[in-house]
Antibody
Framework: QVQLVQSGAEVKKPGASVKVSCRASGDTFTSYYVHWVRQAPGQGLEWLGVINPSGVNTIYAPKFQGRVTLTRDTSARTVSLDLSSLRYGDTAVYYC????????????WGQGTLVTVSS | DIQMTQSPSSLSASVGDRVTITCRAGQSISDYLNWYQQTPGKAPKVLIYAASNLHSGVPSRFSGSGSGTDFTLTIRSLQPEDFATYYCQQSYITPYTFGQGTKLETK
C-alpha cells in the first residue's frame, strides 16, 4: 500500500506562494491519483484538486483555479501543491490523499502540513 | 458543485448506543459516497467507500447504506474510540465535495 509523507509546516506572508510536497513509499505509487484537501482551523474539509497517475492531467476546484498548481515527479515519487497569492483565509492544514481510481475514495491520507499566512 | 448536507451537525451519545448519521447530496451521485472519520489533530481515515463497502481493518460495527441522493452511516454499539468527527464525501464528479461534518460527543 502507498504511504505519503508530507513536507513540514510553513509560515508565509500575504501575497506570497507556498509549495507543499508529498513523498510516496510503496511500489504502486505510479498507479494512484493524488488529491489535495485542506482544513482551516476548526473547519471542515475542502477539496482543491487532483493529479492523475502520469502527472499529465490535473483538475482543480473552480474556487482555486488560477492560484493552484499540482505537479508530479514520478522518478522522485513526489507530488507537489503550489498555491499562490496567499491570503489569511488560506491558513489551513493541507493534506495529500491517494486514490486508486478517479472516482475512488482517499486512502491513506498524508499526515498534513500546516500553512500559516501571517504578516 | 454538488452540495453535501449532513445531519446532525453534532450528536451526543453513550458507549453502547447505536447512532445514525445521514448525508444528502444535492443531486444523484449513484453510490459514489465515502465516509471518513477524523480525530483531533489527525488526518481523516476512510471507513466506508462506495456507499456500503467496509474498508479493510474497519470494525464491523460500522455500516453504510444508500444510493442516489440519500445515505446513512450507522455505528452499532459505540465504543470509546468512536467519538470523533465524521464526514461524507461525494466522488462522483469534480469538484469533489464533503459534508460539513458530524461531531460525535460523549453524553
Amino acid at each position: 500500500q502507498v504511504q505519503l509523507v508530507q513536507s513540514g509546516a510553513e509560515v508565509k506572508k500575504p501575497g506570497a506562494s507556498v509549495k507543499v510536497s508529498c513523498r510516496a513509499s510503496g511500489d504502486t505509487f505510479t498507479s494512484y491519483y493524488v488529491h489535495w484537501v485542506r482544513q482551516a482551523p476548526g473547519q471542515g474539509l475542502e477539496w482543491l484538486g487532483v493529479i492523475n497517475p502520469s502527472g499529465v492531467n490535473t483538475i482543480y476546484a473552480p474556487k482555486f483555479q488560477g492560484r493552484v498548481t499540482l505537479t508530479r515527479d514520478t522518478s522522485a515519487r513526489t507530488v507537489s501543491l503550489d498555491l499562490s497569492s496567499l491570503r489569511y483565509g488560506d491558513t489551513a492544514v493541507y493534506y495529500c490523499a491517494p486514490a486508486i481510481s478517479r472516482g475512488g475514495w482517499f486512502d491513506p491520507w498524508g499526515q498534513g502540513t500546516l500553512v500559516t499566512v501571517s504578516s | 458543485d454538488i452540495q453535501m448536507t449532513q445531519s446532525p451537525s453534532s450528536l451526543s451519545a453513550s458507549v453502547g448506543d447505536r447512532v445514525t448519521i445521514t448525508c444528502r447530496a444535492g443531486q444523484s451521485i449513484s453510490d459514489y459516497l465515502n465516509w471518513y472519520q477524523q480525530t483531533p489533530g489527525k488526518a481523516p481515515k476512510v471507513l466506508i467507500y462506495a456507499a456500503s463497502n467496509l474498508h479493510s481493518g474497519v470494525p464491523s460495527r460500522f455500516s453504510g447504506s444508500g444510493s442516489g441522493t440519500d445515505f446513512t452511516l450507522t455505528i452499532r454499539s459505540l465504543q470509546p474510540e468512536d467519538f470523533a468527527t465524521y464526514y461524507c464525501q461525494q466522488s462522483y464528479i469534480t469538484p469533489y465535495t464533503f459534508g460539513q461534518g458530524t461531531k460525535l460527543e460523549t453524553k
